[in-house]
């Protein structure tokens, strides 16, 4: 099965700095990217889907990198109520694999 | 907003039983999935469906079978359950067709554990 990797972190950040992490893909014809949230014992939440061009919600901006088979997240200003774990999705015709997840904790 | 609901939260049941753990979406996805989220390993697929009575194995479908009889309702057999299958079970249901229609909604998760 075609592999998405992440950093298991944890990333541990003061509040109000800008995080970024990434998201690697094995399969170079995946199509489809998406980045997901999941806070402890819930279940995982769509945050945003990533675009060729980039996307970006308010503090969030997702970005994919064909070249280099990654796609990333950035956060800005980043609060407490980020942490939680965030999960990458992507693949293609072939099916979407989750990444395990990069856990990220804000710290006051 | 799409509602995916599973019929139990928590479950505790006894090595051996038989255990039923039901799926339904409302939103008429086609496609239709069983993961298993254990620490340390994420999410693992088990079972997919991209249609009523089509099924697909994940990548770990031993010890499971599922069930797709209507469009809205996915269910997932543990058909002789054993302590190794104590975990979270997380049902998800998507639009077939390509990004970014195939984004998947899950339902809250059915903490199964097996004694």
């Known amino acids: 099965r075609k592999e998405v990797e992440q950093d298991p972190g944890p990333f541990n950040v003061p509040e109000g700095a800008t995080v970024a992490f990434n998201c690697t893909y094995s399969n170079s014809a995946s199509q489809s990217f998406f980045w997901y949230r999941q806070d402890c014992r819930k279940e995982p939440k769509l945050l945003m889907s990533v675009y060729s061009s980039g996307n970006e919600d308010g503090r969030f901006t997702a970005q994919l990198n064909r070249a280099s088979q990654y796609i990333s997240l950035l956060i800005r200003d980043s609060k407490l109520s980020d942490s939680a774990t965030y999960l990458c999705?992507?693949?293609?015709?072939?099916?979407?694999?989750f990444g395990k997840g990069t856990h990220l904790i804000i710290q006051p | 907003d799409v509602k995916v609901t599973q019929s139990s939260r928590y479950l505790v049941k006894r090595t051996g039983e038989k255990v039923f753990l039901e799926c339904v979406q409302d939103m008429d996805h086609e496609n239709m999935f069983w993961y298993r989220q254990d620490p340390g390993l994420g999410l693992r697929l088990i079972y997919f469906s991209y249609d009523v009575k089509m099924k697909e194995k994940g990548d770990i479908p031993e010890g499971y079978s599922v069930s797709r009889e209507k469009k809205e309702r996915f269910s997932l057999i543990l058909e002789s359950a054993s302590t190794n299958q104590t975990s979270m079970y997380l049902c998800?249901?998507?639009?077939?067709?390509?990004?970014?229609?195939?984004?998947?909604?899950f339902g809250p998760g059915t903490r199964l554990t097996v004694l």
């Open positions: 999705l992507g693949g293609g015709a072939d099916g979407l694999t």
């Open positions: 998800a249901s998507s639009l077939a067709g390509g990004h970014p229609y195939n984004e998947q909604f």
